[in-house]
């Protein structure tokens, strides 16, 4: 199958691990292995966070594990009709408080460096990941028995670039294959000077 390739319009050079990540909702039969997946977890676990408290926990499931399924059930029905192609599904979930008990103010932002890691990792692997909002969180997180300190935050897909964009839904194709990708301009997000409302 051929891998499709986004264009990034950058506005300046950045390293080809993150200007060639897309999130892809087709992906390539060839399963994940397990060490491939804690590959990707070493990845986040090296990231930084606040007082190193690294409130990040994850549930991962591997195609044909009973885990997989599990998450898979606990999608919004608009993702699982996509995500039940992928070869790896997580939860991830943060601790939400800190080490003195409070509050963890910044523990979804310390979720997120994790898995920045983990994609920017997975990119340099030849491997796709979609992050996914799209889920029912409480019952994630009845379903794989988290503790009242901890919330779910996401699921995320994985699986290698290359998927038949003829497996996905009629409406998803067009998207799959649009060419270009899209931001904001730098200058709309960051001010050598105060805020200024865009
Ligand atoms: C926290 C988060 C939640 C998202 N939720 C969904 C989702 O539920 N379903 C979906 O198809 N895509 C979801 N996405 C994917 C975004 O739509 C996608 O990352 C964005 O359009 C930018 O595209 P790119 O990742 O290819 O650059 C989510 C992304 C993030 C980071």
């Not at 087709?26 to 491939?36: G, I, N, Q, R």
């Not at 090296?46 to 991962?60: G, K, T, V």
């Not at 996509?82 to 910044?106: M, R, S, V």
Request: hydrophobic share 35%.
């Amino acid at each position: 199958m051929e891998k499709i390739t986004k264009i990034t319009p950058t506005e300046f050079d950045i390293m080809d691990e993150i200007k060639s990540r897309w999130s892809p909702r087709a992906f390539d039969d060839v399963p994940l292995s397990e060490s491939e997946v804690k590959q990707l977890l070493e990845a986040g676990r090296w990231a930084s966070s606040s007082y190193n408290q690294q409130p990040w926990r994850i549930i991962y499931g591997l195609k044909g594990d009973a885990v997989y399924e599990r998450i898979l059930s606990c999608l919004i029905p608009f993702n699982q009709d996509w995500a039940k192609n992928a070869q790896a599904l997580f939860i991830t979930a943060f601790k939400k408080t800190n080490k003195d008990g409070e509050p963890y103010y910044h523990a979804m932002h310390d979720l997120g460096l994790f898995m920045g890691n983990v994609v920017i990792q997975a990119n340099h692997n030849g491997i796709a990941a979609h992050h996914m909002g799209g889920l029912d969180q409480e019952k994630a997180h009845q379903e794989f028995d988290f503790s009242e300190d901890f919330e779910v935050a996401t699921a995320v897909a994985f699986g290698r670039y290359g998927g038949a964009v003829e497996s996905l839904p009629e409406g998803l194709q067009e998207q799959e294959l649009e060419q270009e990708r899209s931001r904001m301009s730098i200058t709309d997000f960051a001010f050598n000077g105060n805020f200024e409302s865009k």
